[in-house]
């Protein structure tokens, strides 16, 4: 610090250096005299050093650079005079020196420029700092290593490998025309050597398939959307802070047939879980229950079921038949044929006079299938907005955020918050199938806590 300060007084002392703004004599600033200090310690470096002289000369120095583009003492006399000829050529100076902005003849003084665009000129001579991170290049002395190399290959004439690899590759024949798949039951389809050399030149796809160039169709399936549910459901307009009396009635029920919905449930639950009275034990029946095995009851005997005559492990043998039985079966079954024949003959000439009920029927059954083809379709598309069951877990919807009657606010800014926006986007997902249904994770302790009193808690006791 020292130092730049004696370079100053020296600057300031020297008759040559010329100050823009000289608010100081310097012949005070020689002998002006130091205070005496003990700098030491380091407390008295920045309280008792005076540094204002030094900020003030570089101040002026920088505003020379910035206005003149350098010292006014380095300057010529030329470039910091100029000969005043007359009030003519002057008039002319000025008027080439002022040119228009945007490029438009002015009028009087009108031709001047705007302030605005004066104070957004550029008021330094001195140049912007050069970018040197603009300049610079990433491995820029391997670069030009190997680019000194080259040419020192190059004077011997010795060609780099790697272009002795590029002038020795086949130029291959490039076809800017499309290739046209063919049918394969086309008997002009041109023949191919398909252990030759020469490459397929038609996009047959039975060749992609087996050579394996063919790319892989994406299933339709997997471009629809799992849910055709939006992503921000918008509430019903009984829910608004402000609402109509009928919606918001209408809300109120709604949630009120919910609510009723669970309350069923709950007392399904209830009566299932509920004993029956008739089923209680009573006095008699405890009695019994402690007194049964001490007490021999009589076993009644039943009378035994009277036995066949027929011997066990008898075979019955059938009797032999004559040849007149046999001819008499035979001419019987022949008969029941020739009956059922004529029966489905009869039967077959009927149906030419039931045309009209048989179209009929067809008819019915044809507007019977195509009813449940509907509602199988349209249980279909409502299946769509429905949650599916993608875990162990059901999908549980969330409760209805409403407000009763004399909960209304009727102002946003009386108006309460309810609900939780995390929450029903969660919920949000849940429903559009987008993931599984789940429960929080209850909290299970592995170990055991461990009690450990620390040595001050035993000073302090």
Known sequence: MAAARRLKRVAASQHGFLSLKSSKDPADLVSSRRKRVNKNKKKNWSKHSDIQDVEEFLDDVRLQERKTGGLISEK????????????????????????????KKRKGKASRPLRVDLILQQDSVVPPPKDVLSYQQPNAKKLRRIAQKAEQLA????????QRQVLNRRPVARTTKKAVTEANNNPERPFYDIWGEEPKETADPWYLQQTGKKLVKRPEKMNEKPSVLPAVEVIAPGGSYNPDFFAHQDLLLEAHEVEVKKQKEEQKIQRQLAVNKEDRATEETVFQEQVEGLVEEEEVEEPDAEEDDVPVGAIALGLKKTERQRKKERAEKIKEQNRLANRQKTDQHQQLFQLRSIKATLKRRAQRTSERQKQRKAKQEAQKAQPRRLGKLKFKAQDLEVQLSDELAGSLRRLKPEGSILK??????????????????KFVRRLKVKYVEKRAFKQIT
Do not use: H, Y
């Open 424 to 441: 029903d986007r969660f919920k949000s997902l849940q429903k559009r199938n987008l993931i599984e249904p789940r429960e929080r994770a």
């Open 155 to 162: 004077a011997k004439g010795v060609v780099p490998r790697r």
């Open 76 to 103: 010529s006399d030329d470039s910091l005079f100029f000969l005043d000829a007359g009030p003519e050529n002057k008039t002319k100076t000025t008027q080439k020196a002022v040119e228009p902005i945007d490029g």
